[in-house]
């Protein structure tokens, strides 16, 4: 027992307590719940409808024509890679400008 009449093991257990119980852990437990829920929402939910009869109810379906035919794609989209060349390469562009900006910054802040 100590001077205010706890246990010595009651407050090592509070203290262990306070001790993970801080703004940054708060923070980080109601990112993951929000990232959790986020998961759970985006998902189909008719596995948990699949217990509902709905005997009573008749859908008709009306097919819909719609107008125009679709637009193949052009011959030399398939003959030709060179399209994607240029994409790595101007996605490597902006990487390195993302890089250089950054390690700027970061000199810039040390001096």
Do not use: C
């Amino acid at each position: 027992m100590d001077k205010n009449g706890k246990n010595l093991n009651q407050n090592k257990t509070e203290n262990k307590f306070k001790k993970w119980m801080n703004l940054q852990n708060l923070v980080f437990i109601v990112v993951i719940a929000i990232f959790l829920v986020t998961i759970v929402w985006s998902g189909p939910i008719s596995h948990l409808f699949s217990g509902i009869n709905l005997q009573d109810v008749k859908a008709t379906v009306t097919p819909t024509q719609v107008p125009g035919e679709p637009t193949p794609l052009p011959a030399e989209y398939y003959a030709t890679s060179n399209q994607t060349n240029g994409i790595i390469v101007g996605a490597v562009v902006i990487v390195t400008i993302v890089i250089a900006g950054t390690i700027g910054i970061l000199v810039r802040d040390k001096a």
